[in-house]
């Protein structure tokens, strides 16, 4: 049976989290982890698997920052592969699975990603925490708040690399 808080909500609901970490945040101190999934290169779905069984172990025990390798959801090696739209797009899903996955978890995630802006291709690295999720920005890195926010992709950039052009229809 699962615990419940003050507010008649099970444990991981948003606002036990928000409870927590605002303890967390009066004793100054959060632990932090830095982990490195078993991946296979460019298996994005394989990847995001285990990327979650690592979130998962990480809030049992109580990791609130979670900092993953640079490419992690495709694999550092793909070469010409990033180049490809399969490859790509197979990002951007495993992306939205991990966000859709661990929003019950309290975790801050970083991950890396190859992401396609502007018809230029970028090293990304990409974070996301349940209580308030933020869209995807390769050109900037100023933070919306949660009511302003409408993208649909719930992450934001933390830094970005431009690592190459990306082929278009027009070249």
């Known amino acids: ?13 948003l606002c036990c989290f928000s409870i927590r970490m ?7 101190y959060i632990r932090v982890a830095a ?8 298996d994005c779905a394989y990847n995001a ?29 793909c070469g010409d592969l990033f180049l490809q739209d399969t490859l790509l797009e197979g990002a951007r899903r495993a992306l939205s699975l991990l966000v859709k996955e661990s929003a019950g978890y309290g975790v801050l995630i970083v991950a890396g990603l190859p992401l396609v802006h502007t018809g230029k291709l970028f090293n990304v690295a990409a974070a996301s925490w349940a209580s308030c999720p933020k869209p995807i920005s390769p050109i900037t890195t100023s933070f919306t708040s949660c009511a302003t926010s409408r993208l649909p992709a ?16 027009q070249s």
């Open 1 to 13: 049976m699962r615990q419940r808080c003050f507010s008649g909500y099970p444990e991981k609901h």
């Open 22 to 28: 605002m303890m967390v945040m009066f004793s100054g």
């Open 35 to 42: 982990a490195t999934p078993a991946i296979r290169v460019a």
């Open 49 to 77: 698997e285990q990327i979650l069984a690592l979130i998962k172990k990480a809030d049992g025990e109580s990791i609130r920052l979670l900092c993953l390798p640079e490419l992690c959801i495709t694999g550092y090696t």
């Open 154 to 169: 719930p992450m934001w950039v933390q830094s970005a690399s431009r690592v190459g052009r990306y082929p278009s229809a």
